[in-house]
């Protein structure tokens, strides 16, 4: 089955700066990898997320960049601000005929005011 | 657009007892259903996948008979944990998949529901 692997598991950033979070995902029938923001005591969130057949995605402050040869995708925030304090998880999915998504480990985000 | 709810939010229930938690996707149809399970500060373990009108898939090493789910319609899946002991407090989350337009693996998710057994 897939296996997601995520680093780093905790990342504290100084607030305006950017902060990177990457995965590596071991199928490589995997087509859909999108990325959750979750606050305490809440469900996750989709913030972005990224098709085999594109390689770089942006929504305002987001980005998302997947290397297929290299099965890994990177989360980009820029201009971090204190409310993108969170966990965030990157998944991996989208097998042909398989729906499930399988989640990395998640990484603590906390922006220094 | 795209909201899943989930009641109750928290659960106190009494070892041996079983508890339902009701996932309803607001306004869009809701073709599959996933539950998940989530312990303090891990990731979101796949418990079964859902679809509309079929028995659920459970993932390796879920008890079926422990945890019961049915999806009778496009918009509402329960989860009832039966026989609850305390090893089963956890944040359960579901999400969704479905509605016209949109991506085909794209999974929303209810706030989850936490459940403490006593």
């Known amino acids: 089955g897939e296996n997601v692997e995520q680093h780093p598991s905790t990342l504290s950033v100084q607030e305006g700066d950017s902060a990177v979070i990457k995965c590596t995902y071991s199928?490589?029938?995997?087509?859909?990898f999108p990325w959750y923001k979750q606050e305490l005591g809440k469900g996750p969130q989709l913030i972005i997320d990224?098709?085999?057949?594109?390689g770089e995605k942006k929504d305002q402050r987001i980005a998302v960049t997947l290397n297929k040869t290299a099965k890994h995708f990177s989360l980009h925030i820029t201009e971090t601000q204190p409310e993108d304090s969170a966990v965030y998880f990157c998944?991996?999915?989208?097998?042909?005929?398989?729906?499930?998504?399988?989640f990395g480990t998640g990484t603590r985000l906390t922006i220094i005011p | 657009g795209a909201v899943v709810s989930q009641h109750p939010s928290w659960v106190i229930c009494k070892s041996g007892t079983s508890v339902k938690i009701e996932c309803r996707s607001l306004?869009?149809?809701?073709?599959?259903m996933f539950w998940y399970r989530q312990f303090p500060k891990q990731s979101l373990m796949l418990m079964a996948t859902?679809?509309?009108?079929?028995?659920?898939?459970?993932e390796q090493g879920v008890e079926k008979d422990k945890f019961l789910i049915n999806h009778a319609s496009l918009t509402l899946s329960t989860l009832t944990v039966t026989s609850a002991h305390p090893e089963d407090s956890s944040f359960y989350i579901c999400?969704?998949?479905?509605?016209?337009?949109?991506?085909?693996?794209?999974?929303?998710f209810g706030p989850g529901t936490r459940l403490t057994v006593t």
């Open positions: 998944a991996a999915g989208g097998r042909f005929g398989n729906e499930k998504l399988t």
């Open positions: 990224i098709r085999s057949n594109v």
């Open positions: 859902s679809n509309e009108g079929s028995k659920a898939t459970y």
């Open positions: 999400s969704a998949r479905g509605g016209g337009g949109s991506n085909f693996y794209e999974q929303y």
């Open positions: 306004d869009f149809q809701a073709t599959t």
């Open positions: 199928d490589s029938a995997s087509n859909y």
